[in-house]
């Protein structure tokens, strides 16, 4: 872009070049039009520098683009290599709670791809329930939305993957915020706490 950008200067360099030669050439013919001939040279000559200065400028702000585009595009990159490696499942929503992201963990844990769920209501990607009762669990993703603040589900909450899998889990909601401090989105933290709650049982069991 930058080399079209400087080619396409050359050019009008070269035709600017060409017409003052050609404006030159009839002052010296015909003296009468000298004056005039006088002044459009110097107006092609300073519509050249205006151009070139707004060349420059318009360089400048390209140059700043791109440099800001692969900025965001290295984010993006580190921010996905992170998620990624993330034991816990890490789920990421909008301000209407629906879904964005999603972690390797997350998909094994929700039996949901990120493809599948990616614009999906939490609450229908995330079957909460209460493990004594089956009653469903309020939704932490609407909850975080609704307090603006942190929340946690209940203990002894289950989540239940399309009704076949069930897991004992504990979770954490933060709101995200945008600069201006507005509530833009959910991170979701699920940890899979089943094996740990099945030594805890199998201990009070032996100690009952």
Known sequence: MRKDRRTSMRQLLLRVSGLCF???ITALLWPGVAPLAGA???LLLFAVLLQARFERRLGDRFAAL????????SSEENLAITLHSIGDAVIATDAEARITRMNAAAERLTGWSLAEASGQPSSRVLHIVDVDTGQPQPDPVQAALRRGA??????RSELRVRDVTAYCIADSAAPIRNAAGAVVGVVLVISDITEQVRIES???AAEA
Do not use: W, Y
């Not at 942190?150 to 203990?155: E, K, M, N, T």
């Open 22 to 24: 050609v404006l030159l």
């Open 40 to 42: 459009l040279a110097v």
């Open 66 to 73: 791109e440099s800001t585009q692969e900025k965001l595009r």
């Open 150 to 155: 942190i929340v946690s589900l209940p203990a």
């Open 202 to 204: 199998a201990l009070n």
